[in-house]
């Protein structure tokens, strides 16, 4: 039997009268893809946020590659790479400087210029963060989530304001983080599935689709 790298029991979290998540379970295999999908206010982020350990859910268990997100959060942050949904940045810090100091805060971090080459981000480590396009800031965002060599790593919204050929290079980059051994926790406000994208998304792919007050109605694993 897989031992499953996230696995949710019983997660409940309420914000005064409204429930965002309410009695959420669910797990995602080893180098897995799981997509979390559903509209705006479903309680997507705030799943995500107490799997990360950034959140305390009210009730319920969660672990996070054997570990509690709160009781052992310094070492769940060092192995769980985390894009959040709005990200800002100084407008005149350069690609290079964002990704020293994130990469400062871990015990190991990756070969940077590896990475960045990787994710296409190779011409643009001396521009201005102000200077990148849409896509390159969501780039720049799934680089920062890997550069501290995480077995985990947690997307937030990655596609919010992309035009269609951008998200579909985003959907690339995903599954090549995926290539490198990764275990990917995607969100996603679009009801398009990731799965079904025009990047063909291979097997390991897993897609939940969340409604308010958050139960997932489907969950389902993509064929390879």
């Given at each position: 039997?897989?031992?499953?790298?996230?696995?949710?029991?019983?997660?409940?979290?309420?914000?005064?009268?409204?429930?965002?998540?309410?009695?959420?379970?669910?797990?995602?295999?080893?180098?897995?893809?799981?997509?979390?999908?559903?509209?705006?206010?479903?309680?997507?982020?705030?799943?995500?946020?107490?799997?990360?350990?950034?959140?305390?859910?009210?009730?319920?268990?969660?672990?996070?590659?054997?570990?509690?997100?709160?009781?052992?959060?310094?070492?769940?942050?060092?192995?769980?790479?985390?894009?959040?949904?709005?990200?800002?940045?100084?407008?005149?810090?350069?690609?290079?400087?964002?990704?020293?100091?994130?990469?400062?805060?871990?015990?190991?971090?990756?070969?940077?210029?590896e990475l960045v080459e990787s994710l296409g981000l190779a011409a643009h480590t001396d521009a201005y963060y102000r200077a990148l396009s849409g896509g390159l800031k969501q780039r720049l965002s799934i680089a920062l989530a890997?550069?501290?060599?995480?077995?985990?790593?947690?997307?937030?919204?990655?596609?919010?304001?992309?035009?269609?050929?951008?998200?579909?290079?985003?959907?690339?980059?995903?599954?090549?983080?995926?290539?490198?051994?990764?275990?990917?926790?995607?969100?996603?406000?679009?009801?398009?599935?990731?799965?079904?994208?025009?990047?063909?998304?291979?097997?390991?792919?897993?897609?939940?689709?969340?409604?308010?007050?958050?139960?997932?109605?489907?969950?389902?694993?993509?064929?390879?």
């Amino acid at each position: 039997m897989v031992v499953p790298v996230i696995d949710v029991r019983g997660l409940h979290k309420t914000y005064g009268p409204v429930v965002a998540v309410d009695g959420l379970d669910l797990s995602v295999a080893p180098a897995e893809i799981f997509g979390v999908v559903g509209p705006n206010g479903a309680g997507k982020t705030t799943t995500v946020e107490c799997i990360a350990g950034l959140r305390v859910p009210d009730r319920g268990s969660i672990r996070v590659l054997g570990l509690d997100p709160q009781a052992d959060r310094n070492e769940v942050r060092q192995r769980v790479g985390v894009q959040l949904q709005e990200s800002a940045f100084p407008a005149k810090i350069r690609v290079r400087e964002v990704l020293e100091l994130f990469g400062s805060f871990y015990r190991h971090s990756v070969n940077v210029p590896e990475l960045v080459e990787s994710l296409g981000l190779a011409a643009h480590t001396d521009a201005y963060y102000r200077a990148l396009s849409g896509g390159l800031k969501q780039r720049l965002s799934i680089a920062l989530a890997l550069v501290g060599d995480p077995e985990v790593a947690v997307l937030d919204e990655l596609t919010t304001g992309l035009d269609p050929h951008a998200r579909q290079q985003t959907w690339a980059l995903i599954e090549s983080v995926r290539g490198r051994g990764v275990t990917v926790v995607v969100v996603t406000h679009s009801m398009r599935r990731p799965s079904n994208s025009a990047t063909g998304w291979r097997s390991s792919t897993t897609v939940g689709s969340w409604h308010a007050g958050l139960r997932p109605s489907c969950v389902s694993r993509a064929a390879g």
